[in-house]
């Protein structure tokens, strides 16, 4: 079946970048995403990109896709204290819209 | 309007009691889903409907009941659940034919 893993922790200082990694095995994907998740909360999409692209960015982040390694990631540039909660990856599956989610990273920006 | 909208936020229950989660957006979306969430955990897909109708069931014990009144509303009616069904329930909506899923801010079960 799918499967979709992340590394457990990131520690970050405010102002630096970081980087966040995932990587997947169904290759069939159509989409894959980062969402963001706060302490009690849902999860907020942060950004997607399509399995035909090798990169996006929007404002201060920035996805990377290399999908001959099966390797998705996310760069948060200029990291700010809000920036701290898990982040989950997910990719969608042939479907599009039934998604398999990571176990999450969780990131701790530190002042 | 881009919001999924859940209630309550919080439910605590009895084993023997019977409950309901409901789940609205406006954003004319086809597709709804409900996720269980337990702590640390990544969220694990429970249902799908797609046009009002269930499309995916995940193998999801008979205790949860998913219904979709309309294109708008989703609810899951929670009968004799079981203390492990505590958890994080999120709902979540899109396009059938683009998968940006919007998620609720769930609803925190407790289960006594």
């Known amino acids: 079946g799918e499967d979709v893993e992340q590394s457990l922790f990131l520690s970050v200082r405010e102002g630096d970048s970081s980087v966040i990694n995932c990587t997947y095995t169904?290759?069939?994907?159509?989409?894959l995403y980062w969402y963001k998740q706060e302490p009690g909360a849902g999860l907020q999409l942060l950004t997607y990109?399509?399995?035909?692209?090798d990169m996006k960015q929007d404002q201060r982040l920035t996805v990377l896709l290399n999908k001959k390694d099966k390797h998705l990631s996310l760069r948060i540039a200029d990291t700010q204290t809000g920036d701290s909660a898990i982040y989950f990856c997910?990719?969608?599956?042939?479907?599009?819209?039934?998604?398999?989610f990571g176990g999450g990273t969780r990131v701790l920006v530190k002042p | 309007d881009t919001e999924v909208t859940q209630t309550p936020k919080h439910l605590v229950m009895g084993m023997t009691n019977k409950k309901s989660l409901k789940c609205e957006q406006h954003?004319?979306?086809?597709?709804m889903y409900w996720y269980k969430q337990k702590a640390k955990k990544p969220p694990e897909l429970m249902f799908v409907?797609?046009?009002?109708?269930?499309?995916i069931n995940e193998s999801v014990p008979s205790r949860f009941s998913p219904e979709c009144p309309n294109s708008s509303l989703l609810n899951l009616h929670l009968h004799a659940l079981q203390p492990e069904d505590s958890a994080l329930y999120l709902c979540?909506?899109?396009?059938?034919?683009?998968?940006?899923?919007?998620f609720g801010s769930g609803t925190q079960l407790s289960v006594l």
């Open positions: 990109i399509f399995s035909n692209m």
């Open positions: 979540a909506s899109s396009q059938i034919t683009v998968g940006e899923l919007f």
């Open positions: 169904d290759s069939s994907s159509t989409y």
């Open positions: 954003m004319g979306h086809r597709a």
């Open positions: 997910a990719e969608s599956g042939a479907a599009g819209n039934k998604l398999t």
């Open positions: 409907y797609s046009y009002e109708k269930l499309s």
